[in-house]
């Protein structure tokens, strides 16, 4: 029986692969293990039958004796493990949920219902590392893959709304910290019917001004606010974020000899759960709306089409309406003034799941199904 070896499963991407293998009866016909980098000897997750004690994250000889190991512990973790691993000749298969390996050129990005051909010839050539790729191109591709199916794609444009939760479990936290602060500040104000907007306005716009407002992990407001920057500058004047849009984009799809352009600019909002994207995409000619809702709809199972109205994009195309689902909702869908051959989108996504975790999930259960 396949051994399998679960790291870092109880952090906020770990805890959601957990939560979604239960739910899908995961656990059976192979032999799970749970390791700790802080709580060796501790009791594992329930998984609905006995378990070990947990193992510990850093004995590598333990690892090499696994058949295949699933990390949702970060980079610094793969940094430190997965080389040490390698050195010994293990031959295992390695799945990640961090970015350390996914450009790594013997790496697969894996988004099975968009790549599978990929991830199969993978197999099948012998690559052994397979790594969950970027929150918003994962989203994005969910979205569209019907549209970058067809070959008629030019170029895209996508501006990501990104959660709290993108930036960590002490982010998010931090944001309802801070709509705590603007609401006491706010609150007799708003129990007083006399009272104006703008006085409100000027009441919480100091708050968030102040040298006490809580910014340890933003370094910046978020409620009430927003941050049109995420993760480190690159030399082209974009942040990694935005970088990752091309690079990751065109592996996952296999494109990167005849790559797609793919460009924007990723912003942080104070949403809890779930990013969202306004994308412009660019086409080699004139497709008729109706075969471009087709495209998009049919792509795949979560993919969900909401009409460009107002009560329906109202109703379904929100973080608050998608959080903690699988579906993908697809809307504002409309060919745009600049020419026909021009199109925008606005899709929403869980970024814990379709984001992260699912296609941890998945590839595993490609590589045990082997």
Known sequence: MLKVAFIG?????????????????????????FFSTSNVGGKGPDVGFDIPPLQDAYDVKLLSSM?????????????RVYPELHNMGWQGYW?????????????????????????????SSGIRTYVGGNC?????????????ASGHVKWVSSMTYQAA????????????????????????LLDDPASTAIAVDVAVTKAMRSENFPTKYFS???????IPWIDVPMDSGQTREEWKGYVETNKILNTEKNPIPIDGICVRIGAMRCHSQAIVV??????????????????????????NEKESTLKHLSPAAVSGTLKVPVGRLRKMLMGPEYVSVFTVGDQLLWGAAEPVRRMLKIILAR
């Not at 004139?286 to 795949?300: L, Q, R, T, V």
């Open 220 to 226: 910046a407001p978020l409620a009430g606010s927003l």
């Open 67 to 79: 058949d295949v190991i699933v990390s949702c512990q970060g980079g610094d973790y793969t940094k």
């Open 9 to 33: 499963w109880r952090g906020m991407v770990g805890s959601v692969l957990m939560g979604r293998m239960i739910e899908e009866g995961d656990f059976a016909g192979y032999e799970p293990l």
């Open 282 to 307: 660019r086409l080699d000619k004139d497709i008729p709306i109706d075969e471009i809702y087709d495209m998009i709809g049919n792509a795949n199972e979560w993919v969900d089409i909401v009409p």
């Open 136 to 148: 918003t191109v994962s989203l994005m591709l969910m979205a569209l893959a019907g549209l970058f």
């Open 165 to 188: 939760s993108g930036a960590g479990a002490n982010n998010m936290k931090e944001l309802i910290s801070q709509m705590r602060v603007l609401g006491q500040v706010a609150a007799d």
């Open 95 to 123: 799945i990640d949920s961090a970015s350390t390996l996914r450009m790594d050129p013997d790496s697969i990005i894996v988004l099975d219902p968009v790549n599978r051909h990929v991830i199969d010839a993978g197999l």
